[in-house]
């Protein structure tokens, strides 16, 4: 398996304008969670999805930020209009959702630089 | 307060030495805990991870719980410079499938 593919790797963009990132879960795992790190406030998660529906937003930060899971194999991250704050790197990850012993395997994240 | 602290270092050591990571939590409610490892540019992966108070070895790596004072650690033995990376503890939530992480600790072992 490839792994948890994420993209682009890198994007700068100017604020204001929309930032799209995209994530393909590893195949057969039915949680998907979208995190942001920074050097300030470390790993926070954003959102996770079980089975493509959305159970847990309340790290969304702002309406800014949307996330989306069309299918068991595709997931995006937007944020309309981007703001300087928002550069991160944002990783999504997946996992099997064993119950207690819930292993997250992680992209190589998307590092987003607003200007 | 925040569920889980860490503190961020940076923590250079030379090689060969034992290192001590640390880590704190305030949900009494966590039961497992985990450890993940992320290289410079990299996303976290898991190194090790325990569901019991005491200690749990593999190789090089030793995690101990102490739950009476909400503290976790992890000790390095013999060192080496590929373990210059940044160590995050994660406690599970038992009620749910999300991880709470730290922020981390940014080790450096020096040649």
């Known amino acids: 398996d490839a792994g948890v593919i994420q993209s682009p790797r890198h994007e700068v963009t100017e604020m204001g304008q929309e930032v799209t990132l995209r994530c393909k879960p590893i195949s057969g795992h039915d949680y998907l969670f979208w995190y942001r790190q920074t050097m300030m406030r470390g790993l926070e998660l954003l959102i996770y999805?079980?089975?493509?529906?959305?159970?847990?937003d309340s790290g969304m930060p702002e309406d800014r930020f949307s996330a989306k899971m069309p299918n068991a194999s595709f997931s995006t991250l937007k944020i309309q209009p981007s703001e300087p704050r928002d550069s991160a790197v944002y990783f999504c990850?997946?996992?099997?959702?064993?119950?207690?012993?819930?292993?997250?395997?992680f992209g190589a994240g998307s590092r987003l630089t607003v200007l | 307060q925040k569920e889980v602290e860490q503190d961020p270092g940076p923590l250079s050591v030379p090689e060969g030495a034992i290192v001590s990571l640390n880590c704190t939590y305030s949900n009494s409610a966590f039961q497992y805990f985990m450890w993940y490892r992320q290289y410079s540019r990299k996303g976290p992966e898991l190194l090790m991870y325990?569901?019991?108070?005491g200690n749990k070895e593999d190789g090089r790596f030793t995690a101990q719980v102490d739950k009476s004072s909400k503290y976790i650690s992890l000790f390095i033995r013999d060192s080496q410079p590929s373990d210059s990376a940044t160590y995050l503890c994660a406690p599970p939530d038992f009620g749910n499938e999300k991880l709470t992480f730290g922020t981390g600790t940014r080790l450096t072992i020096i040649p």
């Open positions: 999805f079980n089975n493509n529906v959305p159970i847990d």
């Open positions: 990850a997946s996992s099997q959702g064993l119950r207690g012993a819930n292993v997250l395997t």
């Open positions: 325990t569901y019991s108070s």
